[in-house]
């Protein structure tokens, strides 16, 4: 029978302080499996590539919380959002955030296209970006979950789209029902 050593872990760090040894045994996973302790923001650039990238940093952290079964609707959430944003601020930076609450997970996206002073226009302009987010609005739904957009105030700029993910929904996501 293999013996099993532990191998101490010591956080990086500068401040002796911080220091501690954490006894980990190699079967053992050192991510935390805690979603309370989710909450990321990011800023990436209005490009084609930003999606990706964000459909990356969003599966690593829910593996790295332990919420595996949000990797599908969530990836697909994220990318929707990041491309939308894109499309509507080019060349800017979009800024998408990524919490978990009270079993919800949370996916945000602002991009800086500012309101049009116009109200037709202002409705052309959102009609627009509810059309690019079916496929969103169809893996919410799927999920039981709830989206929106997010209008800026007249003091402030940008537009916020968010997407509400129930765990519940999220752990049935993609299974046929009849």
Known sequence: MPMHTST??????LCPLIAQDVTL??????APKDPVGLAYSFTVPAEPR??????????AALYAHGLAEFVDPALQAIS????CGALFAPGQDLYYSLRWRDGVLRLVNWDPHSSHSDPAQAALCTGSRKRLLLLLACVVRECDGTWGISEPAPATEGTRVWANLPEAGAKSYGVRRC
């Open 50 to 59: 930003s999606p990706a990238v964000a459909r990356r940093t969003v599966r």
């Open 8 to 13: 101490p872990i010591t956080p990086l760090t």
């Open 80 to 83: 929707e959002l990041v491309t």
């Open 25 to 30: 045994h190699p079967e053992q996973d050192p």
